[in-house]
């Protein structure tokens, strides 16, 4: 104990120097976010180089180059959007969805985090697209059958008429209020990943106006959105023959509307 002693002192200084440092530069959960570093670091040198970025403004998952996500750890690299703990919701949705599934598809994969989560819980056949390259390059990390391209534009065409679950994640950032979010997300994620346009609803019609080309007869299209915005999301749905519903968790402030094809 006499010799073990001074080593766990050292650990708890060097814990509250990196906490009172990473505090100092507003990381909220400072004590948190130390550990986690000091137990990925992999030499004292590392260490410090990590903190330097964290304290620098980077995002923490893409200092540690992963993300917790489902119960999963996710790769992330720098320049990807860090899929977020509401989007978990999402997930829950889909898995509530997918009885007999067989072909899933993830719209604006990012990471490819709900494309990792839906896989983890059910085989099936996954397919993942984003038009961000290192997008790409990052969810290959994670997921098998990630395509480069616009919305449904790279799939394979036999998929047509056999997508049983539709998920897009899809940007729904209004334009101007991108100025108003974190800057860890707005200087550090890409914008493509963000800005869903004026209204925040760009990309969300793009994906719904293709959706039942490629849905199965009672396929299903889940797009996360937000509360406001969920009825005119939903509205969408109706006007290209999906019955929508909206589901919504208080808790994870998550709002995700869901469409069946008839």
């Known amino acids: 104990m006499r010799q073990r002693a001074p080593a766990h002192r050292k ?17 909220v959960f400072a004590e948190d976010e130390a550990r986690l570093l000091i137990e990925n670091a992999d030499s004292p040198e590392n260490l410090t ?51 007999d599934a067989n072909v899933v598809v993830d719209l604006c994969c ?51 008429g056999r ?34 346009g004026t209204d925040g609803l760009a990309v969300q019609r793009r994906v719904t106006a293709q959706a039942r080309e490629w849905l199965a007869p009672g396929g299903h299209l889940l797009i996360e959105t937000s509360e406001q915005q969920a009825p005119h999301t939903a509205a969408a749905f109706a006007e290209h023959g999906l019955a929508p519903r909206i589901a919504r968790c208080a808790e994870a402030a998550a709002t995700v509307v869901i469409g069946t094809n008839p």
């Open 163 to 196: 997508v049983d679950i539709l998920v897009a994640n899809a940007p729904y950032v209004p334009t101007d209020a991108i100025a108003l979010m974190p800057p860890e997300a707005r200087d550090y994620e890409p914008l493509v990943a963000l800005d869903g």
């Open 11 to 27: 650990a708890l200084e060097v814990h509250s120097e990196i906490a009172s440092r990473l505090r100092a530069a507003g990381c």
């Open 49 to 99: 180089a990590m903190v330097g970025r964290r304290a620098a403004g980077l995002p923490l998952e893409h200092v540690l180059g992963w993300a917790e996500f489902c119960g999963q750890r996710i790769t992330v690299h720098p320049g990807v959007f860090v899929p977020r703990r509401r989007t978990e919701f999402l997930v829950a949705q889909g898995l509530a969805l997918m009885g």
């Open 110 to 160: 990012g990471s490819g985090a709900v494309g990792a989560a839906l896989t983890a819980a059910k085989d099936v056949e996954l397919h993942a697209v984003d038009i961000d390259p290192v997008a790409v390059t990052c969810a290959r990390h994670n997921v098998a059958n990630v395509h480069l391209g616009d919305l449904c534009a790279p799939l394979p065409a036999r998929l047509r």
